[in-house]
């Protein structure tokens, strides 16, 4: 702040840019409605003769565009468009929709008309539903895609660059509660953080991480005791030096640790 304050003053504000300037190109009302138009008004589209396959120069459907919103979505897929198309990226509409919170609806409409839960190969960043799904933070369409053959363990490249899979990145934004769903659906509970070095040589588990992750936001010690569910090894250590339940007693998470020592942990 008193950076900021150090500059002398400019003798005239530079204007800011018109509103022209900041439209992005090549957006269409018909997009705009998909987007954030009610279900009337997109109704309305449709019925003055708006192609249900339409889609944007990089393959983006009305159908994508439309997702979460099960009710237009709905009236796309009533006029048989292709619930499985995918834009040139390689998502396909269920991989949109399963990146929003409140998409459960939306999510059940899509696998009920056909949608794939395996994306296969050639998808940006090698995503999936799955992973894309862990962001939202909520447990139950997780579920669903489990009970669709998704791949509890298919790894997406954060950022382009840095392979992370659904475990390792749910531990990181610390839901517990789709921690114990991705467990459920297979995931790999004993998976190591490799931090840029070679998998074989990593020590750090999931566990680990989770002792920290699950204080943040839950403090009940049901929540501790729903991070550690399932795990074989709650004494595990990182380098041979810190385990969970040495982190938990030193930052003074009660729930966590009761919780781990119930599990068998030990220092």
Request: aromatic share 4%.
């Amino acid at each position: 702040m008193a950076l900021t304050l150090a500059p002398p003053k400019a003798a005239k504000p530079a204007p800011a840019p018109g509103v022209a300037e900041l439209e992005p190109k090549g957006v269409q009302l018909w997009m705009r409605t998909a987007l954030f138009g009610t279900p009337k008004e997109f109704q309305s589209l449709l019925d003055r003769g708006l192609d249900p396959a339409s889609h944007t120069d990089g393959g983006t459907t009305l159908l994508m565009l439309a997702a979460p919103d099960a009710a237009k979505m709905k009236m796309l897929l009533d006029r048989g468009v292709d619930v499985n198309a995918k834009a040139k990226s390689g998502f396909t509409a269920l991989m949109v929709a399963s990146l929003y919170r409140g998409s459960l609806e939306g999510i059940q409409l899509l696998l009920d008309k056909g949608a794939s839960a395996a994306p296969g190969t050639g998808v940006m960043f090698n995503a999936s539903p799955l992973l894309l799904a862990v962001f939202a933070g909520e447990p139950a369409p997780l579920e669903l895609l489990h009970s669709k053959r998704a791949d509890a363990n298919r790894k997406m490249l954060l950022l382009g660059a840095l392979p992370a899979s659904p475990m390792v990145q749910v531990v990181a934004i610390g839901e517990p509660e789709v921690i114990c769903a991705l467990a459920a659906a297979g995931a790999n509970i004993k998976e190591h953080d490799c931090r840029g070095r070679p998998f074989e040589r990593c020590r750090q588990v999931w566990l680990y991480a989770a002792a920290l992750c699950v204080h943040g936001r839950f403090r009940r010690r049901s929540h501790g005791e729903s991070a550690v569910e399932g795990v074989r090894r709650p004494d595990a250590a990182h380098q041979g030096r810190e385990t969970a339940l040495s982190q938990a007693k030193r930052y003074h998470y009660g729930h966590i640790e009761a919780a781990l020592e119930k599990a068998g942990a030990r220092e």
